[in-house]
């Protein structure tokens, strides 16, 4: 049995070059004719978060302390200026909601597109790579685990967050909840890809050695999220940028324990030439 606890982590290559290779993924047909399916859905979330935000807009400007809603509707140049200001934060509070619940949503939808994608990836740029992923009925039903037990941590902290609009400290609720979402959705996104290619045991190796690496293409990753129209685009791309830079520590990982094998039996053989 090999201690892999005791190997050093593997050379990382720069990281934007897996930035470079999902564009290059991105532009196949195959892969561009899947991005339609959650661009769809993501238009047909926000369609109708919007939709809501607006008939219930009152509610998010219910969220700011009520001294500043108070002087906002008073008659003057500066309680104009606290209006528009009020407005502002409202609707910032509103697109961030959008964000969330968009974001939940299209969790569910990447635990059965991810599968697909990188069968893709893995036909495509790295055949030479042996994985043995799960069936697609097991990466999802994987996925599903992992969602429901995220989903009940997130939704309790969001709660707590919530709380704080009772005291009209709702959009401070709100920017915490964005850190608290960013755990979740990068939590959920990793698993889907991380199982897809390498056995558990090696995935959570992978998360011990990749700890600042992973989470600096995860805030990448994740920024685009709060980019209104182009986060209706970006579910593929974010699984295709994962995918290529699991492939390629999977890679040196393979090497390394071939290598060990090879130190091995060389040992043996020699000790056994040796008595």
Same mark, same amino acid.
């Given at each position: ?10 050379a990382r290559p ?12 991105l532009q196949y ?9 959650? +661009? ?6 926000? !369609?109708?978060?919007? /939709? ?16 500043? %809603? ?5 008659? &003057?140049?500066?309680?104009? %200026? ?20 968009? &974001?939940?949503?299209?969790?569910? *939808? ?5 599968? !697909?994608?990188? #069968? ?7 055949? #030479? ?13 994987? +996925? ?5 037990? /995220? ?18 400290? &709702? ?5 915490? &909840? ?12 990793? #698993? ?41 685009? !970006? ?7 994962? /995918? ?9 990982? *393979? ?5 060990? #094998?090879?130190?091995?039996?060389? !040992?043996?053989?020699?000790? +056994?030439?040796?008595?």
């Open positions: 049995m090999i201690d892999t606890n005791n190997k050093t982590p593997f720069f990281l934007m070059q897996y930035f470079s290779k999902s564009w290059h993924s047909k195959p892969i561009l004719l899947l991005s339609f399916l959650p +661009s769809a859905c993501a238009i047909a979330l926000w !369609i109708g978060v919007i /939709t809501l935000g607006i008939t219930h807009f009152d509610w998010f400007i219910q969220q700011f302390p009520n001294i500043w %809603i108070a002087y906002a509707l008073k008659q &003057g140049v500066l309680p104009q %200026i606290s209006y528009y200001l009020l407005i502002f934060f409202a609707t910032l509070s509103m697109l961030l909601c959008g964000v969330i619940v968009v &974001g939940i949503c299209m969790n569910i *939808i990447n635990a059965f597109l991810t599968p !697909i994608v990188v #069968h893709f990836v893995h036909k495509i740029h790295y055949p #030479h790579v042996v994985i043995t992923p799960p069936t697609f009925i097991e990466s999802c039903s994987l +996925s599903g685990k992992l969602f429901l037990q /995220t989903f009940l941590k997130f939704a309790f902290f969001s709660f707590c967050c919530y709380v704080l609009s009772f005291i009209g400290l &709702g959009f401070i609720g709100l920017i915490v &909840g964005v850190f608290i979402y960013f755990q979740f959705y990068c939590k959920n996104l990793n #698993h889907d890809v991380g199982i897809s290619i390498m056995p558990k045991d090696t995935y959570m190796l992978f998360l011990r050695h990749n700890k600042i690496p992973l989470m600096f293409i995860n805030i990448l990753i994740f920024m685009p999220l709060y980019i209104p129209i182009l986060n209706c685009f !970006i579910a593929t791309w974010q699984i295709l940028v994962l /995918t290529h830079y699991m492939f390629a520590w999977y890679m040196q990982y *393979i090497d390394s324990i071939t290598e060990t #094998h090879i130190e091995d039996a060389i !040992i043996i053989e020699l000790e +056994s030439h040796a008595s």
